[in-house]
């Protein structure tokens, strides 16, 4: 039988430091956490550096980091593991969750609030003093190894509606708030990811600031890092600024034709 996992998993173990720039103290917070076992939560928008942030720690601290995408199918047994059966019986396999802590290593849960309530509580004993995990089906339980770290990120006020973290669950992190990065920071991030000069990185910025403030005519996505250094990898493969601003940042944010032609005229007037 195949050993099936659970979909959205990665694990990083190589040793090449990822590229990243603090915003703010995030990195000595983290540290701490890290030293005195708390669990820490990231909240921010889509394309903010979270993920990048937690890969560099994880780096940073000499820990593997082990990345779990959360949906709505996910189970308990998803996490722990589960007895898989063989021509020769059945064999225990650890689930990602149980892995991690035997390993000391970080276990990121990405968009945490997608997962079932069934599935977030089994995280409670292990983001609070308890630091074990017991396991049902085998009678173990399983202490975290040293240097063992729950960290979980989401994005609030997405689309969210019904979706959110019970405050037993909460209480049970230290948060850390990402946002879009202050603006000389954010050209420095686009110019290093995306490859382009100054001068490009910082009109593509600047667009931002200004596609941004849209939120407030109905622009319910605004432009993230990311889409900046999409656009950004396309101008450094040759093409026309306005055109990479339209495929990268102005077709993937909206399909309403008012509010695309109100951001291709802020593209025109930012690429001359
Ligand atoms: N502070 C930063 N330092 C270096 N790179 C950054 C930083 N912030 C954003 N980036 C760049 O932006 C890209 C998107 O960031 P990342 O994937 O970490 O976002 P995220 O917050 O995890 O988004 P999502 O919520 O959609 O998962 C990264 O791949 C990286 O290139
Ligand atoms: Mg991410």
Request: charged fraction near 25%; glycine fraction near 6%; charge should be negative.
């Amino acid at each position: 039988m195949n050993i099936v996992e659970p979909i959205g998993l990665s694990e990083q173990h190589d040793n090449k430091e990822p590229w990243y720039l603090p915003t703010g103290q995030e990195v000595e917070v983290f540290e701490q956490c890290h030293a005195r076992q708390l669990a820490v939560l990231l909240k921010g928008p889509t394309g903010c550096g979270k993920t990048r942030f937690v890969e560099y720690m994880a780096w940073r601290l000499g820990r593997p980091l082990i990345t779990i995408a959360c949906h709505d199918d996910l189970t308990a047994s998803d996490l722990i593991g589960r007895f898989l059966v063989r021509h020769d019986g059945t064999q225990w396999q650890d689930g990602p969750l149980t892995r991690a802590l035997r390993e000391g290593a970080i276990c990121y849960l990405d968009e945490v609030v997608e997962a079932r309530q069934d599935t977030i509580v089994v995280l409670h004993p292990l983001a609070d003093h308890r630091r074990t995990l017991p396991i049902d089906k085998t009678g173990e339980t399983v202490a975290a190894a040293e240097g063992f770290q729950l960290v979980v990120s989401y994005n609030p006020g997405y689309q969210r509606m019904l979706k959110d973290l019970k405050p037993s669950t909460r209480q049970r992190f230290v948060g850390l708030d990402f946002d879009f990065p202050p603006l000389d920071q954010e050209v420095q991030i686009v110019s290093q990811e995306g490859g382009v000069d100054y001068a490009n990185a910082h009109a593509l910025v600047s667009l931002a600031v200004r596609l941004r403030a849209l939120r407030d005519r109905g622009l319910a996505e605004v432009p993230s890092t990311r889409l900046l250094i999409a656009a950004a990898r396309l101008i450094d493969s040759g093409i026309d600024p306005k055109l990479a601003c339209q495929t990268a940042i102005v077709a993937p944010l909206s399909d309403d034709p008012t509010l695309g032609s109100a951001m291709r005229d802020l593209v025109d007037a930012m690429f001359i």
